[in-house]
């Protein structure tokens, strides 16, 4: 077996997994996210200060430190919507819980069939929204509030074009019609949604940020399309709509193990290369694991002498520091950029020994002081 392979223990096998989750959470954000180019630039210019501090560039090192603060302020304002919707899934993963049974049955599933299907073949617009797992409050815009159970006659007179808020979408949930003429968040994602209309634009970007299942009745057209989980189905038969509701509204274990099923083995090519990332960082760091220890001879700068106090021709010029890092830490380390300062302001009281501490050493970041020699400092010797 190789050495490298040696190395692996069960511990570096779960870190890099937990890694990879990460990742793969971070690549999904930034895939499904509107704000993909700040984040695809927020990315890079990690990329390139993790190598700055790696190989120990103090000027970029610097800029990046300078401009931090500033940096994650904007992140936050960015992106915060992305932060928020972030933060409720993770709650919501968290109390573990299956979806609601509510009260919708196969009745209801008829219903919306029929209603759909017959708005679409007179033609005239519809967007109804089925609620899932996740609260859809801080999303929606304007609307009515209705608690009225499905039924045909009703979805009719909501979505006639002589009635009331007729261009926005119903709230459908636990079998009830709660809200309607209501307005959903348009999609940003200008690659998903060039040459949608405001319907289907809307259902797009509802679905980008919720668990609902949009259905949207084109006018146009009279087609019959699903907006889910950030992607949208053109021209949806019959067959296809029912199979999606089912899905989406009844409870049971066989569709419950289907979405965990379908969640596992979903974007393969995401989770392979979250996990070459992990695996690929974790060798850059098992690679500087093993430390060593190296001797310079480091002068010493005496600083803030009194003008009373002289120094003695023998006082100490240099001392001997042991450093402890890693080979890489020690190939770009410039031995001349090293060296110990000591303060003697306080001499002027008397005092004639000091003391040389770690933070005495001016060294590079990448590097510990492991021994000073000698430690004391001594004016009268």
Partial sequence: MPEFLQSIHLTDVADMLIVSACVFVILRWIQTTASRGAAIASGILTVIYVIAEKFDLHLTTMLFQFGLTIA??????????????????????????????????????????????????????????????????????GGTELLGRISQPLLDSLFDPHSAGHDGAVIIQDGFVTRFGVHLPLSENREKSDGLGTRHRSALGLSECSDALIVIVSEERGQVSIAQHGELR????????????????????????????????????????????????WFMVASDRDQVQRVFVVPIEYRNVPSAVTLPESIRTEARVTFSGTERAFQFIAPSTLKVSLDLSESATGKDEFTLTDSSVRHPATLTVYRIEPRIIRLND
């Fill in 234 to 281: 053109r021209h949806v038969s019959r067959d296809k709509l029912a199979e999606t509701l089912n899905a989406h509204l009844v409870s049971e274990d066989s569709v419950e193990r289907s979405n965990f099923w379908s969640r596992t083995t979903g974007h393969p090519r995401t989770k392979l290369l979250s996990v070459l990332i992990a695996v690929a960082a």
């Fill in 72 to 141: 994650a302020v904007v992140f936050v304002v960015v992106f915060q919507d992305d932060i928020r919707r972030a933060v409720e899934r993770l709650l919501l993963a968290s109390r573990w819980r299956g979806r609601k049974t509510g009260s919708t049955t196969q009745t209801h599933v008829e219903t919306l069939l029929n209603t759909v299907f017959d708005l679409a073949k007179i033609r005239r617009g519809a967007l109804i929204v089925m609620s899932g797992d996740e609260p859809l409050d801080t999303h929606l815009v």
